[in-house]
Antibody, heavy 119, light 107 residues
Framework: DVQLVQSGAEVKKPGESLKISCQSS????????IGWVRQMPGKGLEWMGV????????RYSPSFQGQVTISADKSISTAYLQWSSLKASDTAIYYC????????????WGQGTLVIVSS | DIQMTQSPSTLAASVGDRVTITCRAS??????LAWYQQKPGKAPKLLIY???SLESGVPSRFSGSGFGTEFTLTISSLQPDDSASYYC?????????FGGGTKVEIK
């Protein structure tokens, strides 16, 4: 069974750094794009970007380019989303999701990671 | 960016009702549209892809239609388990964009 298991909730202060993870199992990690989606409190879904773990090709939404870094470690089938300096407006649930092989919608999702940024 | 506009933003209907949600794209996206269901505290779940293809395991009361800029998600006979938010997503070009969501409540 395909599974995406995300790291646990985080509470951070503004200006701190953070890296959250998404561990994949049940399929060949390097063959499928993994994306990240933000959901701010009580709001809708926003696509942040995707990475192809096979060669680390990464695409970002212009809204998130320069604000976050997406990476992957093939050796442990894990994708990451990281911030160098968090802001209160980064408070949200972050989902990782796997794209299907040849198109850009997502058919498997992680359970979500809640990030709270508060002084 | 392609803007996706859903309507209505909320709706309340009775069990057994036929429910229709509309999604409009700001430019043509052919049939590159997916629909997701999200229940409170849960991750989104894929229902429909390529505008009208039903994802495996999704009940047949869900259906999608449309092409170009106008799309609909229909629930033929609303069930209590369908209480959720529904989102459309275009995947014709980056950045991928989602509609604002439709919350479906059971009367």
């Amino acid at each position: 069974d395909v599974q995406l298991v995300q790291s646990g909730a985080e509470v951070k202060k503004p200006g701190e750094s953070l890296k959250i993870s998404c561990q994949s199992s049940g399929y060949t990690f390097t063959n499928y794009w993994i994306g990240w989606v933000r959901q701010m409190p009580g709001k809708g879904l926003e696509w942040m970007g995707v990475i192809y773990p096979g060669d680390s090709d990464t695409r970002y939404s212009p809204s998130f380019q320069g604000q976050v870094t997406i990476s992957a470690d093939k050796s442990i089938s894990t994708a990451y989303l990281q911030w160098s300096s968090l802001k209160a407006s980064d408070t949200a649930i972050y989902y990782c999701a796997r794209r299907i092989l040849d198109s850009e919608y997502f058919n498997y999702w992680g359970q979500g990671t809640l990030v709270i940024v508060s002084s | 960016d392609i803007q996706m506009t859903q309507s209505p933003s909320t709706l309340a209907a009775s069990v057994g009702d036929r429910v229709t949600i509309t999604c409009r794209a700001s430019q043509s996206i052919s049939y590159w549209l997916a629909w997701y269901q999200q229940k409170p505290g849960k991750a989104p779940k894929l229902l429909i892809y390529k505008a009208s293809s039903l994802e495996s395991g999704v009940p047949s009361r869900f259906s999608g239609s449309g092409f170009g800029t106008e799309f609909t998600l229909t629930i033929s006979s609303l069930q209590p388990d369908d209480s959720a938010s529904y989102y459309c997503q275009q995947y014709t070009s980056n950045p991928l964009t989602f509609g604002g969501g439709t919350k479906v409540e059971i009367k």
